[in-house]
């Protein structure tokens, strides 16, 4: 059984979005901040959770950062 990660498990920063119990990141190409590439992480964390769900999410978080910044 996998663990689902959560909201609260991610950390923005300019660099990107980094999933703290795993060390999996996704990080934005320059002057393409809406696409990017993902590190997997390599921590022993790693391998309980699904590395797919960290991927969307960790993504996912980084678009709706994007979105606030717009509006400011």
């Known amino acids: 059984m996998t663990i689902k990660p959560t909201h609260e498990e991610f950390e923005l920063s300019e660099d990107g979005v980094t999933h703290k119990p795993t060390g999996h990141c996704f990080r934005p190409h320059p002057g393409e901040p809406g696409k990017g590439f993902i590190e997997a992480g390599h921590q022993p964390e790693a391998q309980e959770y699904n590395a797919e769900a960290v991927q969307a999410l960790a993504v996912r978080l980084w ?6 910044e717009t509006r400011s």
């Open 63 to 68: 678009a709706q950062h994007l979105t606030k």
